[in-house]
């Protein structure tokens, strides 16, 4: 079992970028995929990426992928996600998760089948 913590949320203007962390605990984050969600409230859970720490791989969802990016730290245990061109209906609660590598295995894809592993959140409120 790995702690996921966020941090990196805040109040930030439409256009504006802001950098996530998901910094694990506990356990290294080898043999873990790490995917990053959000949820507005009243709404349903996005996915927007997953990265596999085996490889490096990323799977973006299309309709992040001129806007984001993930990557990661090993040294630093964390794994970032880059937010830019941020609109004011990007506000919601960004989460990452973890769940058992795929490619560890030499799947092809890139996002667990179930993530067992969540961080609390942080909150990204876009406004002017």
């Known amino acids: 079992q790995v702690q996921l913590v966020e941090s990196g949320g805040g109040l930030v203007q439409p256009g504006g970028s802001l950098t996530l962390s998901c910094t694990a605990s506990?356990?290294?984050?080898?043999?873990?995929?790490i995917g990053w969600f959000r949820q507005a409230p009243e709404k349903e859970r996005e996915t927007i990426s997953c990265?596999?720490?085996?490889?490096?791989?990323?799977h973006i969802v299309y309709s992040w992928a001129d806007r984001v990016t993930t990557s990661k730290d090993n040294a630093k245990n964390t794994v970032y996600l880059q937010l830019k061109n941020l609109k004011t209906e990007d506000t919601a609660r960004y989460y990452c998760?973890?769940?058992?590598?795929?490619?560890?295995w030499g799947a092809g894809s890139v996002c667990p089948r179930q993530f067992t592993d969540w961080g609390q959140g942080t909150q990204v409120t876009v406004s002017s």
């Open positions: 998760a973890a769940g058992p590598d795929p490619r560890r």
């Open positions: 990265l596999s720490t085996t490889d490096g791989s990323t």
């Open positions: 506990g356990a290294t984050l080898d043999g873990y995929a």
